[in-house]
T-cell receptor, first 119, second 111 residues
Framework: AQTVTQSQPEMSVQEAETVTLSCTYDTSESDYYLFWYKQPPSRQMILVIRQEAYKQQNATENRFSVNFQKAAKSFSLKISDSQLGDAAMYFCAYRSGRTSGGGADGLTFGKGTHLIIQP | DTGVSQNPRHKITKRGQNVTFRCDPISEHNRLYWYRQTLGQGPEFLTYFQNEAQLEKSRLLSDRFSAERPKGSFSTLEIQRTEQGDSAMYLC?????????FGSGTQLSVL
């Protein structure tokens, strides 16, 4: 079974600064997808960024970028120019690349990192 | 609103009662998922459908839980004889390709 570990329960950053959230995962598969989701106090899960394991290039979405290290099974999220609206829980998630049944489609989440933005 | 819609947003019930939640996925998304999230934890996978077929159920889904997706559109999750341990946020999500999109969830409180 796959596992996702987020070792930082809480992180704090000054507004306009850069912060990196860590995520490691364990899998025996070679084809998979990785995601970062943001969950503000409203508890709506919002997709921030995704990465296909077969792509070497790190994904980027505006101020959000990832550092995907496949051999190390590491998938960190970098938030540049932090804004007050970035304050939320951030979850790293794994999804198998298999498309058949057997739970392959379900996302496996880490326990989350609470990001605090200091004004 | 073209996102994933869940109703109700909040449900308070007494132990032993049955509850049913509804999820309307993004139109034309053929995959629909149910997750459960307790405070301080990430969401945990419960079950998923491809069209109307329920393809996988987690061990977390006890016999008191049942999910349906008639006609491959909306889905319902029913919990029978609720217990206090069922108190959680129940999240629905849908996908067509790689990305999975979530609804706002139904917060269940069992008294």
């Amino acid at each position: 079974a796959q596992t996702v570990t987020q070792s930082q329960p809480e992180m704090s950053v000054q507004e306009a600064e850069t912060v990196t959230l860590s995520c490691t995962y364990d899998t025996s598969e070679s084809d998979y997808y990785l995601f970062w989701y943001k969950q503000p106090p409203s508890r709506q899960m919002i997709l921030v960024i995704r990465q296909e394991a077969y792509k070497q290039q790190n994904a980027t979405e505006n101020r959000f970028s990832v550092n995907f290290q496949k051999a190390a099974k590491s998938f960190s999220l970098k938030i540049s120019d932090s804004q007050l609206g970035d304050a939320a829980m951030y979850f790293c998630a794994y999804r198998s690349g298999r498309t058949s049944g057997g739970g392959a489609d379900g996302l496996t989440f880490g326990k989350g990192t609470h990001l605090i933005i200091q004004p | 609103d073209t996102g994933v819609s869940q109703n109700p947003r909040h449900k308070i019930t007494k132990r032993g009662q049955n509850v049913t939640f509804r999820c309307d996925p993004i139109s034309e998304h053929n995959r629909l998922y149910w997750y459960r999230q307790t405070l301080g934890q990430g969401p945990e996978f419960l079950t998923y459908f491809q069209n109307e077929a329920q393809l996988e159920k987690s061990r977390l889904l006890s016999d008191r839980f049942s999910a349906e997706r008639p006609k491959g559109s909306f889905s319902t999750l029913e919990i029978q004889r609720t217990e206090q341990g069922d108190s959680a946020m129940y999240l629905c999500a849908s996908s067509q390709g790689t990305a999975v999109f979530f609804g706002s969830g139904t917060q269940l409180s069992v008294l």
